[in-house]
């Protein structure tokens, strides 16, 4: 075998602050050439912070970086790159208006030079995307590709660019399970090839399955590092959340009365998603109702409905049997319904505001937080402070913008907003979607606890095992119709799948007629 | 129809591209700011600016070309004002650039009255003269239109072309149209997003003031308040009605140039005498707003244009 190892890179002892919060604490890491190093850790962990350091987007409090001996300065982009390290960023730095070309030969010349030597770049994209596997048209607009595309940019622009060290930012996080498949092959030439990689994830199979070693960050420190070949799934889960990963344990329920009904709920399509067609649902109290099938089938509608941003075009909603007219997202509000919104940064806070703000954002006008048209702050902040505490969200404070926040602690924040308010019924819509594993079962065991309160959960998922798991009742959603309702173990995954691709759906009409 | 005469007059065309040259110029400048995804509200202000500077140099006996030169250094004063505030600062765009522009257009009417203290009437300098060029202005209509205008006029169409040959083809162009679409990536390959803006904004801004100094030093030849009289503002619309295109812009410019020129003559009519003459002045600004919402329902406008970039921060 090869003598000793070529060490590619080192951090040393790297610390990072954002205000009061301690993102790395006296980090270290090493990587040999041709390695893939894994870096695990929950959300917040860190991982992200450390990478942009690397990469000299942010600077460090202190700590040094060291590619292949030599020691880089500090928050420059551009030597870190000269140094031959690339980096794939999670939320792509790509832009939609220009062409493949144009991205990635972005800021490879010269800008003083007056040749760009457009044939040349493209000969050497296509022998890139060649000899990679990694087929893109070098004339297509970015805005035009697709998300899996958009990364096979993002790593040709790496690659252009003959990186020795490539940074990749949770690349499967948008990934389906063959693209997964396809980016693995690509990694695996290049390492071949010399590349050393650090591969961010916190799904522990993909880690076992690329890496040769993990490196586990919790907190912003280091909470230890191991060889693949030493460790096992469970062994990391246990490292990256410092327990054992344990899933909730999910007691039978006794459902109650309706809290909330649709009935024969029609609403129109949403762009292009189809709307409810003649829905018919009754949330009960203590019950969690599982939503499962495949995005773009009604989710989003029957979450609008629900959440009252949507009133129905044909039907009922009812609350507690009582037929309502008005169905506003306030109405839904001060009937107790509460919403975890899908997308959390885009409708669930306001990005520059502090979490009391965000806090209070949807009761503001309630007496809890307001009397005769004022706010109170004092009132306000007690709640953020009493959410922060109860619910472990990891800020600096409550008056730091959310948008410093990590996705987890974010949800978190949502969660405590939601349960606090006692809900009757808690529209959940894909709650734990990119959360890591230890936040994910944390929203799980509120959502059940939730329902051993006696609220109604609508638990709207694609993820069918988070579905079969939590729900007492399942059902599918399909072109925007509904199948019955099935107990909890009545139906197999396969089974389900099947109505998931809209088989059943025929059955109940020739059953009908 | 007289006006149908009008529009097949060389005299008109003459008019409609000398009066679209100082306009092609701003709109250039304005064009490369926003390209470069900052808003440069100063453009009115750097105008007059511009204008003075320009005319003020040859008055105290500089070279007409220096003059020009002059009111370039002095537009790229007040663009480095504006980007030091909207690109490192971040400041917002609106407020930076109405600042800059009641700046620039208060200090000029300053610096005028430190300057000539006790003149009634603004002196005249001599101003650029128009240059016939060599066989091309024999020919008929098109000659005289295009091809006896001044010098300014003849390098307001090249620096169309060249900045279009720029912001299309070179490396620099590329990171300026990168800067205004999407930061983040100008960043992560490496440069400056800082650097690339501010110097888009400096020329921009050096360029709106060539645009000023046009009205003093070739379609005049003297300095008045008011002279500039919201043709800044003209330029900002006609970069949202060019899409964003330099040569989209010229043909925007040109345009509503030939409309200004084609009232002034109409007043003159048969027409002119039974409709009040403000009809006419509107005419220009009604056009080009109806031109603007047919245009600008296609205009692809530069996804970071008056975003903020901030490195580091998340």
Same mark, same amino acid.
Request: charged share 15%; with cysteine.
């Given at each position: 075998?090869c003598?000793t190892?070529v060490?590619?890179?080192?951090?040393?002892?790297?610390t990072?602050r954002?205000?009061?919060?301690?993102?790395?604490?006296?980090?270290?890491?090493s990587?040999?050439?041709?390695?893939?190093?894994?870096l695990?850790?929950?959300?917040?962990?860190?991982?992200?912070?450390?990478?942009?350091?690397?990469?000299?987007q942010?600077t460090?409090?202190?700590?040094?970086v060291?590619?292949f001996?030599?020691?880089?300065?500090p928050?420059?982009?551009?030597?870190?790159?000269?140094?031959?390290?690339?980096?794939?960023?999670q939320h792509?730095?790509?832009?939609d208006?220009?062409?493949?070309?144009?991205?990635?030969?972005l800021?490879?010349?010269?800008?003083?030079s007056?040749?760009?030597d457009?044939?040349?770049?493209?000969?050497?994209?296509?022998?890139?995307?060649?000899?990679?596997?990694l087929?893109v048209?070098?004339?297509a607009?970015?805005?035009a590709?697709?998300?899996?595309?958009?990364?096979?940019v993002?790593?040709?622009?790496?690659?252009?660019?003959?990186?020795?060290?490539?940074?990749?930012?949770?690349?499967?996080?948008v990934?389906t399970?063959?693209?997964?498949?396809d980016l693995?092959?690509?990694?695996r030439?290049?390492?071949?090839?010399? #590349?050393?990689i650090?591969?961010?994830?916190?799904? #522990?199979?993909?880690?076992?399955?690329?890496?040769?070693?993990v490196?586990?960050l919790?907190h912003?420190?280091?909470?230890?590092?191991?060889?693949?070949?030493?460790?096992?799934?469970?062994?990391?889960?246990a490292?990256?959340?410092g327990?054992?990963?344990?899933p909730?344990?999910v007691?039978?329920?006794t459902?109650?009365?309706?809290?909330?009904?649709?009935?024969?709920v029609?609403?129109?399509?949403?762009?292009?998603?189809?709307? #409810?067609?003649?829905?018919?649902?009754?949330?009960?109290?203590?019950?969690i109702?599982?939503?499962?099938?495949?995005?773009?089938?009604g989710?989003?509608?029957m979450?609008?409905?629900?959440g009252?941003l949507?009133?129905?075009?044909?039907?009922?909603?009812?609350?507690?049997?009582?037929?309502?007219?008005?169905?506003?997202?306030?109405?839904?509000v001060q009937?107790?319904?509460?919403?975890?919104?899908?997308?959390?940064?885009?409708?669930?806070?306001?990005?520059?505001?502090?979490?009391?703000?965000?806090a209070?954002?949807?009761?503001?006008?309630?007496?809890?937080?307001?009397?005769?048209?004022?706010?109170?702050?004092?009132?306000?902040r007690?709640?953020?402070?009493?959410?922060i505490?109860k619910?472990?969200?990891?800020?600096?404070?409550?008056?730091?913008?959310?948008?410093?926040?990590?996705?987890?602690?974010m949800?978190?924040?949502?969660?405590?907003?939601?349960?606090e308010?006692n809900?009757?019924v808690?529209?959940?819509?894909q709650?734990?979607?990119?959360?890591?594993?230890?936040a994910?079962?944390y929203?799980?065991?509120?959502l #059940?606890?939730?329902r051993?309160?006696?609220?109604?959960v609508?638990?709207?998922s694609?993820?069918?095992d988070?579905?079969?798991?939590?729900?007492?009742?399942?059902?599918?959603?399909?072109?925007?119709?509904?199948?019955?309702a099935?107990?909890?173990?009545?139906?197999?995954?396969?089974?389900l799948?099947?109505?998931?691709?809209?088989?059943?759906f025929?059955?109940?009409?020739?059953?009908?007629? | 129809?007289?006006i149908?005469e009008?529009l097949?007059t060389?005299?008109?065309?003459?008019?409609?591209?000398r009066? *679209?040259?100082?306009?092609?110029?701003?709109?250039?400048g304005?064009?490369i700011c926003?390209r470069?995804g900052?808003l440069?509200?100063g453009?009115e202000?750097?105008?007059?600016?511009?204008a003075? *500077?320009?005319?003020?140099?040859v008055y105290?006996?500089?070279g007409?070309?220096?003059?020009?030169?002059?009111?370039?250094?002095?537009g790229?004063g007040?663009?480095l004002l504006?980007?030091?505030l909207?690109?490192?600062f971040?400041?917002?765009?609106?407020?930076?650039?109405?600042g800059?522009?009641l700046?620039?257009?208060?200090?000029t009417?300053?610096?005028?009255?430190?300057?000539?203290?006790?003149?009634?009437?603004?002196p005249?300098?001599q101003?650029?003269?128009?240059?016939?060029?060599?066989?091309?202005?024999?020919?008929?209509?098109?000659?005289?239109?295009?091809?006896?205008?001044?010098?300014?006029?003849?390098?307001?169409f090249?620096?169309?072309?060249?900045?279009?040959?720029?912001?299309?083809?070179?490396?620099?162009?590329?990171?300026? =149209?990168a800067?205004?679409?999407?930061?983040?990536?100008? *960043?992560?390959?490496?440069?400056?997003?800082?650097?690339?803006?501010?110097?888009?904004?400096?020329?921009?801004? +050096?360029?709106?003031?060539? +645009?000023?100094a046009?009205?003093t030093?070739?379609a005049?030849?003297s300095f008045?308040?008011e002279?500039?009289?919201?043709? +800044?503002?003209i330029?900002?619309?006609?970069?949202?009605?060019?899409?964003?295109?330099?040569?989209?812009?010229l043909l +925007? *410019?040109?345009l509503?140039?030939?409309?200004?020129?084609?009232?002034? =003559?109409?007043?003159?009519?048969?027409?002119?005498t039974?409709?009040?003459?403000q009809?006419f002045?509107?005419?220009p600004?009604?056009?080009?707003?109806?031109a603007?919402?047919?245009?600008? =329902? =296609?205009?692809?406008?530069?996804?970071?244009?008056?975003?903020?970039?901030?490195?580091g921060?998340r």
């Amino acid at each position: 075998m090869c003598s000793t190892p070529v060490e590619a890179l080192s951090l040393d002892a790297i610390t990072k602050r954002f205000g009061e919060l301690t993102a790395n604490d006296a980090v270290s890491l090493s990587l040999n050439q041709g390695e893939v190093v894994a870096l695990l850790g929950e959300n917040g962990a860190g991982k992200t912070t450390l990478m942009n350091i690397l990469f000299g987007q942010y600077t460090a409090d202190s700590g040094t970086v060291r590619v292949f001996g030599e020691t880089i300065p500090p928050g420059n982009s551009r030597a870190a790159l000269d140094a031959g390290v690339g980096m794939v960023h999670q939320h792509f730095t790509l832009a939609d208006n220009l062409t493949v070309q144009e991205n990635i030969t972005l800021g490879v010349r010269s800008l003083l030079s007056l040749r760009s030597d457009r044939a040349g770049a493209r000969a050497r994209i296509t022998a890139l995307s060649e000899k990679y596997h990694l087929a893109v048209s070098p004339d297509a607009r970015v805005g035009a590709l697709s998300v899996g595309e958009r990364q096979r940019v993002e790593i040709l622009k790496a690659l252009y660019r003959d990186v020795r060290i490539l940074i990749l930012d949770e690349p499967t996080a948008v990934l389906t399970p063959q693209e997964t498949d396809d980016l693995f092959a690509t990694l695996r030439l290049a390492i071949a090839d010399g #590349l050393s990689i650090i591969f961010i994830s916190h799904k #522990l199979h993909e880690v076992m399955a690329i890496a040769d070693r993990v490196v586990v960050l919790r907190h912003g420190k280091m909470a230890g590092g191991v060889r693949i070949a030493d460790t096992d799934k469970q062994a990391l889960a246990a490292m990256m959340m410092g327990t054992e990963a344990t899933p909730p344990k999910v007691a039978k329920s006794t459902p109650g009365a309706a809290l909330l009904e649709l009935r024969n709920v029609t609403t129109p399509d949403v762009g292009n998603a189809p709307g #409810l067609r003649s829905v018919s649902l009754a949330l009960r109290a203590g019950q969690i109702i599982g939503l499962a099938g495949v995005s773009g089938n009604g989710q989003a509608a029957m979450a609008d409905v629900v959440g009252g941003l949507v009133s129905p075009a044909q039907g009922q909603v009812l609350l507690a049997d009582a037929e309502v007219n008005n169905w506003t997202p306030r109405a839904a509000v001060q009937s107790g319904i509460a919403r975890i919104p899908e997308d959390r940064h885009k409708t669930g806070t306001i990005a520059d505001f502090d979490l009391t703000e965000n806090a209070i954002l949807e009761r503001y006008k309630s007496a809890d937080f307001s009397t005769r048209g004022w706010l109170n702050w004092g009132k306000s902040r007690a709640f953020a402070d009493a959410i922060i505490d109860k619910y472990d969200v990891r800020c600096p404070g409550a008056d730091t913008p959310i948008r410093l926040l990590s996705g987890g602690n974010m949800q978190k924040l949502i969660l405590g907003r939601v349960l606090e308010a006692n809900p009757q019924v808690i529209l959940a819509n894909q709650p734990v979607r990119g959360l890591d594993i230890g936040a994910v079962n944390y929203v799980h065991s509120q959502l #059940l606890a939730a329902r051993d309160r006696g609220a109604a959960v609508l638990l709207i998922s694609e993820d069918l095992d988070e579905v079969m798991a939590l729900s007492d009742v399942i059902h599918v959603i399909a072109d925007g119709r509904l199948s019955p309702a099935f107990d909890r173990g009545q139906m197999t995954p396969a089974q389900l799948g099947l109505w998931m691709a809209g088989q059943g759906f025929e059955d109940e009409v020739a059953h009908a007629s | 129809m007289e006006i149908i005469e009008i529009l097949f007059t060389a005299s008109f065309w003459a008019a409609a591209i000398r009066i *679209a040259s100082p306009l092609i110029f701003a709109t250039l400048g304005e064009l490369i700011c926003e390209r470069a995804g900052v808003l440069n509200l100063g453009i009115e202000g750097i105008m007059v600016a511009g204008a003075f *500077a320009g005319w003020m140099a040859v008055y105290s006996g500089t070279g007409l070309w220096v003059g020009v030169c002059v009111a370039m250094i002095v537009g790229m004063g007040f663009g480095l004002l504006h980007s030091i505030l909207t690109v490192p600062f971040g400041l917002s765009q609106h407020v930076v650039g109405l600042g800059v522009t009641l700046l620039a257009t208060s200090s000029t009417y300053y610096a005028y009255r430190l300057a000539l203290p006790e003149v009634t009437s603004p002196p005249k300098i001599q101003a650029f003269q128009p240059y016939e060029i060599p066989i091309l202005s024999d020919i008929p209509l098109l000659g005289p239109a295009l091809f006896s205008q001044t010098p300014l006029t003849y390098l307001a169409f090249i620096l169309v072309a060249v900045v279009a040959v720029v912001l299309y083809r070179t490396p620099l162009g590329l990171a300026v =149209r990168a800067a205004g679409e999407n930061p983040a990536a100008v *960043a992560a390959q490496g440069l400056s997003v800082t650097a690339i803006r501010m110097g888009a904004v400096m020329f921009g801004s +050096g360029l709106m003031a060539v +645009g000023g100094a046009f009205l003093t030093m070739s379609a005049f030849d003297s300095f008045f308040f008011e002279m500039v009289n919201g043709r +800044g503002w003209i330029c900002i619309a006609l970069v949202v009605f060019g899409s964003w295109r330099p040569g989209k812009a010229l043909l +925007g *410019a040109v345009l509503f140039a030939a409309f200004d020129a084609l009232q002034i =003559r109409v007043q003159q009519t048969s027409l002119g005498t039974q409709i009040p003459y403000q009809i006419f002045l509107m005419m220009p600004y009604i056009l080009s707003i109806l031109a603007l919402v047919v245009m600008s =329902r =296609r205009a692809e406008v530069p996804a970071a244009l008056m975003v903020p970039f901030n490195k580091g921060e998340r």
